[in-house]
């Protein structure tokens, strides 16, 4: 691989022109906070115009660009938050012909950051996955991600590769039994059903209340779907949940408390297709579904940007469990490399 981004933090240090945030919230605050820790200086934040109503931030006031642009001039622009909306993505792009724009990598999940450093540590174990994957488009857009979370580049993340085209051209799907782990309020249920409609059958998972209330609802008349408000795990638990009903909630210390399961436990009959996007906990869901894959060798559609490690850890895993499995990497349109997925087929099954 050819991995040769800079580290976006080193980028940033040494910036010649002032920087500016794009955006408010949890994903600003963690980057204002390592700007602390570099002593990095921010010059001011920006929202889209919609959002800037006389607000501050980390007291600082959040300007519209216009306003930043009479201000300043020329200027870097760090995105600080993470959005798939085409008409933002299309912004961001556009700025972006003005303007350096960086998306620094900070984990979703987890404390260690992806650095070039990290890469070097773990540089054997990104190789090894680099073999596993099956076709050439997937190793470059492998090789693109790594260097993407090391130097915060959005150039990239293109292309993009359409998820209708993964169901169509990867997965094949056609009659598949699916199991559906962190569910959400439906909308990858909503996905297989359209890019599946012979579906045999559908089971979604999805352990915050307030998403599983609309999951259910969503749900309701659908044919062969059964939900359940359970967590996946590596084994038969209960876990404090940190319920936001949105994608971020998490398995942690804090929050309602939810029941937590296997796949081993769950399931009373072969499957076809097992999907995970669990906030983090993927590794401990693999290792409860090891029955599973070695019995039915699902294909699989598992979330690879919740933690640093996912880029190497997940596939390993899954292949030390089952030697059949190949892989393709895929990025979906999102800023920044959220929806970079790996999509296993036992060898037999790979195209």
């Known amino acids: 691989m050819n991995i040769y981004e ?21 994903g600003a605050d963690k980057i204002l906070d390592i700007f602390a820790e570099k002593g990095i200086a921010c010059a001011g934040i920006f929202a889209s115009d919609d959002f800037v109503r006389g607000q501050s931030f980390r007291g600082m ?34 700025l972006a012909k003005a303007h350096t724009v960086l998306a620094p990598d900070v984990p979703v999940a987890g404390i260690t950051r992806f650095s070039k450093a990290f890469y070097e540590l773990h540089r054997e174990d990104f190789e090894k996955v680099y073999d596993l994957l099956i076709d050439k488009a997937s190793k470059d857009c492998y090789e693109r991600i790594i260097n993407f979370k090391i130097g915060g580049d959005i150039e990239l993340l ?3 590769f359409e998820k209708e085209k993964v169901y169509r051209e990867l997965l094949q799907l056609q009659g598949e039994r699916i199991v559906d782990l962190g569910a959400y309020d439906g909308d990858t249920v909503r996905e297989f059903i359209a890019a599946d409609p012979g579906y045999q059958s559908i089971i979604a998972l999805e352990p915050d209340p307030k998403n599983y209330k609309k999951l259910e609802r969503n749900c309701a008349g659908l044919r062969d779907v059964q ?10 638990a209960t876990a404090r949940f940190g319920a936001e009903a949105s994608r971020n909630s998490t398995v942690g210390v804090k929050g309602v408390e939810v029941k937590l399961t296997s ?17 983090g906990s993927e590794a401990k869901a693999i290792a409860g579904a090891k029955q599973t894959l070695q019995a039915y060798l699902p294909k699989l559609y598992i979330c690879a940007y919740h933690r640093s490690e996912d880029l190497f850890a997940l596939p390993l895993q899954i292949h030390e469990l089952c030697p059949a499995y190949r892989f393709y990497f895929c990025h979906h349109p999102y800023i920044p490399a959220w929806e970079s997925n790996f999509y296993g087929v036992a060898s037999s099954q790979a195209t």
């Open 61 to 94: 006031p959040v300007k519209k660009y216009s306003e930043i642009k009479a201000q300043l001039e020329d200027f870097v622009i760090v995105v600080a938050f993470a959005t798939s909306r085409p008409e933002m993505l299309a912004r961001i792009f556009e």
């Open 263 to 279: 796949v081993d436990a769950l399931l009373k009959e072969p499957i076809t297709l097992l999907k995970m996007d669990i906030e």
């Open 6 to 26: 800079m580290n976006v933090w080193d980028k940033l240090k040494t910036a010649a022109k002032p920087i500016v945030l794009y955006g408010m919230g949890n």
């Open 158 to 160: 293109k292309p993009f």
């Open 227 to 236: 939900t359940f408000n359970l967590g996946a795990w590596d084994k038969e």
